[in-house]
């Protein structure tokens, strides 16, 4: 979203929304999101994906972007340039994300994030690759007010063999949409995608998985992960279909002990360890809650993985939330041997950097641990984000090590 037009004679006939006097900054420093209460003119009758035009109190152009008056965000901005919003815009966004893709993804990964929302300058659109399968997500009726030209672009683009809808959750339940699922282009997909990351292969489904099927935002943290697991006993908590524990036996790992409380995404981790030729005698799959096995009394682990879901989903959740991260620590702290590492991570928004590292300090301080951070973690370059846009930064990581 680069660039910016005051030109007054524009040719678009779009709404004119005017903000409030004083309320231009977060936009001016490049925000993609303008809440309701600094729009002076907001229309709730304006049907929700309605393209607007933003002004400041004053007239100046400062964008274009979608409304919604049923929601605290009510524009979500597309562009600072005076331009159409048409199929051709659409397509450049789209090619726009795919050169960056093909310049950070390496050349042994068929599964990555194609569009990251507004960090690709599409708000409210996700697209992650499974091989040849896109599956889409189209969270804010803006993006749904787009998907035609999207799903052409992608096609022309990407030549997917298939493109599946998966359009659920909170954020489409604000904007006023109903959860959608389905084939919006080609075969519908197979029950198990086989893909590759970084040359390790990984069964994924499509239909039922988290998210919209492998947590592609861990893909740099379990490269990483690899590379310090050798000859430890490793703790792959809330392992999911298995990722980091592939990882941390292809790193040589002494034994890999991944902890699931799903049946069926464990099946996955079972099968994703086998698919990488790896050993049956250095890994054990538990199904259990994580906070109950790590309260039991056993063997101590050297590199514990800590990837729960979102802890915290609402804002007025943070309380409960910090206390349930401050357990997990607690207890893992107690259950890392002298010199272990941590992978610890929350991918809950209203979990910030700040308050997720006052959450581990607490825990240390309980669990009568030194604790140092080693690196900050986060998502990987298919996960761009603006940088005015902290929100957008969701995944919050710290590689710990445990005195």
Not at 33 to 51: Q, R
Not at 62 to 91: K, M, Q, S, W, Y
Not at 124 to 139: E, K, M, P, S, T
Not at 367 to 385: C, E, I, K, N, W
Request: overall charge neutral.
């Amino acid at each position: 979203m680069i660039g910016r037009s005051t030109n007054t004679n524009h040719e678009h006939d779009y709404t004119t929304l005017r903000l409030r006097s004083g309320k231009e900054r977060p936009v001016r420093l490049g925000h993609p999101w303008v809440f309701a209460g600094a729009i002076a003119n907001l229309d709730p009758a304006t049907v929700p994906g309605t393209l607007v035009r933003l002004e400041s109190a004053s007239g100046e152009f400062l964008g274009i972007g979608a409304a919604n008056p049923r929601c605290t965000i009510a524009v979500r901005l597309l562009t600072r340039i005076d331009e159409a919003i048409d199929a051709a815009f659409v397509h450049r966004r789209v090619a726009a994300a795919l050169d960056l893709r093909r310049s950070v993804i390496p050349t042994d990964t068929d599964t990555y994030r194609v569009i990251n929302g507004e960090g690709d300058f599409l708000p409210g659109v996700v697209v992650d690759r499974y091989g040849d399968v896109l599956v889409l997500q189209c969270l804010t009726a803006g993006a749904a007010a787009l998907q035609s030209p999207l799903i052409a672009a992608l096609v022309d683009l990407a030549q997917p063999r298939s493109i599946y809808e998966r359009s659920a959750g909170a954020v489409r339940r604000e904007e006023g949409l109903p959860d959608v699922e389905r084939v919006l282009h080609g075969d519908p997909p197979a029950d198990r995608l086989r893909v590759r990351e970084h040359g390790f292969q990984f069964l994924v489904d499509v239909h039922h998985g988290q998210k919209t099927g492998l947590f592609l935002d861990q893909r740099d943290n379990r490269a990483l992960a690899r590379q310090l697991t050798h000859d430890r006993r490793v703790l792959n908590a809330f392992a999911y279909t298995g990722g980091f524990g592939v990882y941390a036996g292809a790193g040589g790992a002494r034994e890999v002990v991944s902890v699931e409380s799903s049946a069926r995404a464990l099946t996955l981790a079972r099968e994703n360890w086998a698919l990488n030729d790896l050993p049956n005698k250095r890994a054990a799959f538990v199904e259990a809650d994580v906070f109950r096995y790590l309260r039991e009394p056993g063997e101590p682990f050297d590199l514990l993985i800590l990837d729960p879901p979102a802890l915290v989903k609402q804002r007025k959740d943070v309380a409960r939330g910090a206390r349930a991260y401050k357990d997990l620590h607690l207890q893992t702290f107690r259950r890392a041997a002298p010199g272990a590492l941590v992978f610890s991570f929350s991918c809950s928004t209203h979990v910030d950097a700040v308050l997720f590292r006052q959450i581990v300090t607490g825990a240390a301080a309980d669990a009568r641990r030194a604790v140092r951070v080693l690196r900050h973690l986060g998502s990987g370059a298919d996960h761009p984000t603006s940088v005015a846009q902290i929100e957008g930064e969701y995944l919050t990581g710290l590689l710990l090590q445990v005195s």
